[in-house]
């Protein structure tokens, strides 16, 4: 569905408290056809272009992608430059290993990457999102030919490079190195709306004496308040937990990475015009207008 609204005025306000000025007047036309698969991805740590390097491409890798639609989460696999002056390959080595574990702990092992009995190793970088809410109505606008093309947009991702490999290695590292590992990730971490438990004051041991038999009954913790769940975790920390797990359990679907390059990706930007020329009516007065904006 394309339809035209009424024109846009471009204003220009004069520095000298002139009148405001109208500069141009551009016709606006909306579309709203690809609706809800127009998202904003935005790489805030990225100091290059969205493209593999060369020496990738020349050995024939790509960028790839996947996602798990029910979470919208997202990844995006960029080839690793493995030129030697800026890439170690036995380190590679140590931290796909250290990949491949923390993949099988969370179910999140790529299908079809690594054949039989092929070493593990770090050779791509995956960038993750983070869904941005959005407040208000956000458009993509672009100006072709005096008008204003505008199109909504669904659904707004930070990615960036995901390291939880690194947590595995640390891991391994320490019992390596046979130190203390009771402070290690295994397990959730402590809730923070929890009271910390008291200090228990250390007991010296006394002489064994005679055996008595001790009967101990479980009995069931009831439910402090309504935001403590039983085993001690609040309902938010409850909620966390169940998301994490529900995001563990959905497989990735493979997607399909157009470079800017490829037709594909010029077809599907020339397919965001709107090519109808019916006028769009507006059926909403000032003062219903004036009424849906918050905090007004």
Known sequence: ?????????LICKSMEGIDDEIVSVLPIRYSNGHIPNIHIHQFPLLTRPLQAPPSAISSGKRVTARVKPQVHRFEVHVPADSRP???NVERT???????????REKNQEPKGKEREG????????RMRSEGIPQRGAHMLGIVRDGQLHLHPISETHQLRPTLTYLDVLSRKNKRTRGGDD????EGPPPDPDEPLPPPVA???????GETREVQVTARKAEDKGSGQMQGGLSAARR???QAIRAEEDEDWQELQFCDVTTVESEEAFESIFSQSDEVL??????????????AL
Request: aromatic share 6%; hydrophobic share 35%.
């Open 239 to 241: 909620e966390m937990l």
């Open 85 to 87: 002056e800026v890439w």
């Open 202 to 208: 250390k007991k010296e041991k006394k002489p064994s």
């Open 281 to 294: 009516e507006c059926r909403t007065d000032i003062t219903a207008f004036l009424r849906g904006i918050h």
């Open 1 to 9: 569905m394309s339809q035209s609204f009424a024109p846009l005025h």
């Open 182 to 185: 009771s402070d290690s990730d």
């Open 93 to 103: 080595k140590e931290l796909g290993a250290a990949r491949a574990v923390d993949d």
């Open 118 to 125: 092929e070493e593990p190793r770090l050779s791509e970088i």
